[in-house]
């Protein structure tokens, strides 16, 4: 029997589908400590996985299944709902693994992202952000490839979230020239930062900005090190010259 034609792949397609990952944390207010906490718990926290700019990544990811620390009841939480993300409280700092489910369309096998939670400031103003508790935010920008996706999925991903993913292309020459347009990303990091997400073409810009400051610093600090070095060796070298000579006489 013929395979069907939803399970073929989409050759020379590779889509990109951008979505951030993370944790906040907040310190838990001692003199509004909610019931139930146990006493040495110092903060509450959330984990999390979700669109750029909280766009609907649910027609693509069926599930997350978050792996906390094994001293939690239930450390293995499965979220197949958005949001997907999973609150609890704590007071310390661990790696969690993050594993992400496709939709059954998909063909795609999970994908597993690691994060570390963060419970307290860190950098030049932690001591700041400590006293005027401030919420602590760890998150990352991450791209999953799909490289030749199966058709079917190639038809969701395509579709997008406004229409559920599941519009079906054309035949022929029509979807042809629709797959042409998906050779390259077909979404972006956007160009501005927003309150929700930090993450921008903007941001990222600044970013490497800083670290050519940062680069070039550290060349001017190698060159500082190399000449003190010199100055260094040459006056060394002259004190065994005149050591040399003492011995002489």
Do not use: C
């Amino acid at each position: 029997m013929a395979p069907s034609s939803g399970n073929k792949r989409v050759k020379g397609v590779s889509i990109y589908r951008p979505f951030v990952y993370g944790s906040i944390a907040r310190p838990i207010d001692e003199n509004a400590r909610p019931e139930g906490i146990p006493a040495d718990h110092s903060h509450q926290w959330t984990v999390w996985v979700k669109g750029v700019d909280d766009e609907d990544i649910s027609y693509w990811l069926k599930k997350v299944q978050f792996k906390l620390h094994e001293t939690y009841t239930n450390p293995v939480r499965t979220i197949e709902t958005p949001p997907f993300e999973v609150t609890e409280t704590g007071w310390g700092e661990f790696e969690l693994s993050i594993k992400l489910f496709f939709i059954p369309e998909s063909s795609e096998k999970p994908q597993t992202l690691w994060h570390t939670l963060k419970l307290h400031p860190w950098g030049p103003d932690a001591e700041t952000i400590k006293a005027e508790r401030r919420p602590i935010i760890s998150q990352n920008y991450e791209e999953i490839i799909f490289n030749e996706p199966v058709e079917s999925f190639y038809d969701i991903l395509t579709g997008g979230p406004e229409k559920g993913g599941r519009g079906k292309a054309g035949k022929g020459g029509s979807k042809q020239v629709a797959r042409a347009d998906h050779r390259t990303r077909t979404a972006e990091i956007p160009a501005k930062p927003t309150r929700e997400n930090p993450f921008s073409r903007e941001t990222e810009g600044r970013e490497l900005d800083r670290m050519r400051e940062a680069l070039k610093k550290i060349d001017e600090m190698i060159t500082k090190e190399r000449e003190e070095l010199t100055s260094r060796e040459a006056a060394l070298e002259e004190l065994r010259e005149r050591e040399a000579l003492n011995t002489v006489k």
